[in-house]
């Protein structure tokens, strides 16, 4: 990399919304004797989509602009000013990069279609010589330091996760050391508001079971408390499949799809709880839940675009719908299985749905309506606050059956309700009326 002497860095931030364990940061700070930061609010991510939905909806949206508001004040102790933009990626960094003299760009690599575009149009735009910095850093054992090619990445989770626990080891968080003396940036710049991207101003709903704001610093404090105040992280794995409250699960995912927390940082806290407190199954399944995280993203880097398609990765072909009405049937909670219309009406109200209720609902829309799958992907995509590209396409090719799971499973959604809402609890709870 280039000499710390007289250089100027620029972070470009994207899901990578944190000062702590970022190698990104991390890198710039330590190669440049003067960092600035930039994100940019681009309008066609909350704009309508092919499949008639919002890219992306209030409930996201709203989290994005309290993440990027906690990543402007934590990065101000480095001295480090973070501009924010709405439209235009390509001119806003253009000018940055002419107007401080850049001489290098730090981003998260990405390999989705969308962002490969996003980053080409910048560096067509810049005309003064920049050098890019693409630094993997969203896994939790990155690709750059396993010792799997990509091409022979495992199909199968049991074989890919064994083949990382026996051989791989997750590396250190890195934390950054030198606070940056640069000199004081006039930054005119304002962060959006709700009503700035297209929504008006809501209140979050009664009964959401995640009531949690964005930025790093509301992810560290629920990291702490349900690892070390409350100790919940000891009873996980019989409560992950729960459906009411905010306790059943560790609800780490949004902030990781924000990149508000690393998946190293959980990883390394859960060891210092495992040697202060306990190790038991249940420590251990959140880290296998965070190898699936892992699975998912390595799957798509192998895979490519073939995530978006209709016949999936393993190019099977299925006769899929496209009924509106059926379709407006899922979305609004008036299918004929109220356990299914429960969590659809938590989804819409609240931006949530349990993992048990993912795995429902798409079973149900792909394998008993038979309809596109893309669809019901496209749906979650705009509505689910944890939303992660990855996670959300490769569990729908998953439970479709054009995925990675071999024995194309279906979800019987009435036993289902049976084992997880004996009592209809969950399901009064949304319906709003009594069922049993």
Same mark, same amino acid.
């Given at each position: ?5 007289? =250089? ?51 409930? @996201?949206? @709203? ?27 390509? =001119? ?6 002419? =107007? ?30 920049? !050098? ?20 022979? !990445? ?162 099977? =072909? ?119």
């Amino acid at each position: 990399m280039q000499t710390k002497q007289s =250089s100027t860095g620029l972070v470009w931030f994207k899901n990578n919304l944190r000062v702590q364990d970022n190698l990104v940061l991390n890198s710039a700070i330590n190669n440049n004797s003067q960092v600035l930061a930039v994100y940019v609010f681009e309008l066609k991510n909350f704009e309508l989509t092919e499949f008639g939905f919002k890219k992306t909806e209030k409930f @996201r949206a @709203r989290f994005l602009i309290e993440s990027i508001e906690n990543l402007k004040q934590n990065l101000k102790t480095f001295n480090i000013e973070l501009f924010v933009y709405v439209n235009n990626t390509e =001119s806003h960094l253009k000018t940055l990069i002419e =107007s401080f003299n850049v001489s290098s760009v730090y981003l998260q690599k990405e390999w989705t279609f969308e962002e490969c575009i996003a980053l080409e149009k910048v560096k067509k735009a810049v005309s003064k010589p920049v !050098i890019f910095y693409e630094l993997y850093d969203q896994f939790l054992y990155e690709p750059d330091g396993i010792d799997i090619a990509i091409k022979n !990445i495992p199909e199968v989770f049991t074989n890919f996760r064994k083949k990382l626990e026996k051989y791989e080891a997750v590396m250190s968080s890195v934390e950054n050391h030198a606070s940056q003396t640069q000199k004081t940036i006039e930054n005119p710049t304002k962060i959006p508001t709700l009503n700035d991207l297209g929504f008006e101003p809501f209140e979050m709903h009664e009964n959401s079971a995640f009531p949690f704001k964005g930025g790093e610093n509301q992810a560290l404090e629920r990291l702490n408390a349900y690892f070390f105040k409350t100790k919940h992280i000891e009873i996980y794995k019989t409560t992950r499949n729960g459906l009411i409250g905010t306790e059943y699960s560790s609800k780490f995912s949004t902030w990781l799809a924000n990149g508000c927390l690393s998946a190293r940082t959980i990883y390394w806290e859960l060891k210092k709880f495992e040697k202060e407190y306990v190790q038991n199954e249940s420590t251990y399944w959140l880290i296998f839940e965070l190898i699936w995280r892992d699975f998912f993203k390595y799957i798509s880097l192998k895979h490519g675009n073939s995530i978006f398609k209709i016949d999936g990765i393993l190019k099977n =072909s299925y006769h899929w719908k496209t009924d509106h009405t059926l379709i407006q049937q899922w979305i609004d909670g008036k299918t004929n299985s109220n356990f299914v219309n429960a969590n659809m009406l938590e989804l819409k109200k609240s931006g949530w749905m349990s993992n048990r209720g993912r795995q429902n609902v798409a079973s149900f829309f792909a394998k008993n309506l038979k309809l596109d799958w893309r669809i019901g992907a496209a749906y979650f995509e705009s509505l689910l606050l944890d939303y992660d590209v990855h996670s959300n396409y490769g569990n729908w090719m998953y439970v479709a059956g054009v995925g990675n799971d071999p024995r194309d499973r279906v979800f019987n959604v009435v036993l289902q309700a049976e084992r997880y809402d004996a009592h209809g609890k969950f399901q009064n709870r949304w319906l709003q009326e009594t069922l049993f």
